[in-house]
């Protein structure tokens, strides 16, 4: 095979990629079209790092010994193991791989079918940690309890959370690379951190790393934002 050939070759090769990469960009993007994200205004930007004030939220969170066991007892609770008696459909698909899929309308035979919201919170611990926020529709009083006692609703005040956000995978060396970046930017500025950083993923496993949007955060201080920012 001389040059030229090798050369054309190559040429299609890279093309048919560039085509597939396209094509499965596009698909995520219509996939996750109109999915509900927590609500969140944006104080300041310092260095990379971004000061978010979110209102009330309520999360639905379990701790299982590993993220598959505690992703699926969550994904059963949006799914109907809930009480309540009501069907809604669910807003946003819920994908869990080629194994398991949302159904068509979100209903369930018994209890209330959730719609999951992005993000979908995890902590760095050894025990997989993780919760599911629930859509804004929902309060406190409304919120249906779970029916599996390992999965617990919680209600967080309004905070105030630095993030700092990256792309692509989010192996355990890049969420410590980023956190660690988080913690120098804060101290450098004065703002002081008030509990263990979490991550934050938004995206379904299906999605392109180029597409995919992570984000280390941790609740800070509001008196020291303030001083901070004067």
């Known amino acids: 095979m001389d040059w030229k050939t090798k050369a054309k070759l190559g040429v299609g090769i890279i ?24 609500p969140y205004k944006t104080v300041e ?18 701790t299982a010994s590993n993220g598959r066991e505690a992703f699926f007892r969550l994904f059963n609770y949006i799914d109907g193991a809930n009480e309540g ?5 669910m807003t946003a ?12 309308d979100g209903a369930t035979k018994t209890g209330e079918s959730i719609s999951m919201t992005a993000p979908v919170e995890t902590t760095r611990a050894d025990d997989a ?14 919120a249906p309890e779970p029916t599996n006692d390992d999965v617990e609703l919680v209600v967080d005040p309004p905070r105030t959370l630095a993030v700092r956000r990256f792309s692509w995978w989010a192996p355990r060396i890049r969420v410590s690379l980023n956190e660690r970046t988080l913690r120098k930017t804060l101290a450098h500025a ?12 938004y995206d379904a496993p299906f999605t392109p790393p180029w597409l995919r949007t992570n984000e280390v ?12 920012l004067r």
Not at 217 to 228: G, I, Q, Y
């Open 93 to 104: 698909p819920v994908e869990t791989g080629t194994d398991t899929s949302a159904t068509g």
């Open 85 to 89: 008696g009501t069907s809604v459909s």
């Open 217 to 228: 955060v941790v609740e800070v201080d509001t008196a020291s934002v303030r001083r901070a």
């Open 45 to 62: 930007r310092i260095d990379g790092v971004e000061l978010r004030r979110y209102p009330e939220t309520i999360r639905v969170r379990t």
């Open 129 to 142: 940690t993780m919760s599911f926020f629930l859509p804004a529709t929902y309060t406190p009083e409304t």
């Open 15 to 38: 093309g048919v990629g560039l085509a597939a990469a396209t094509a499965w960009t596009a698909l995520d993007r219509v996939k996750n079209r109109g999915t509900e994200r927590v």
């Open 190 to 201: 004065g703002i002081e951190p008030t509990g263990e950083p979490r991550l934050l993923r």
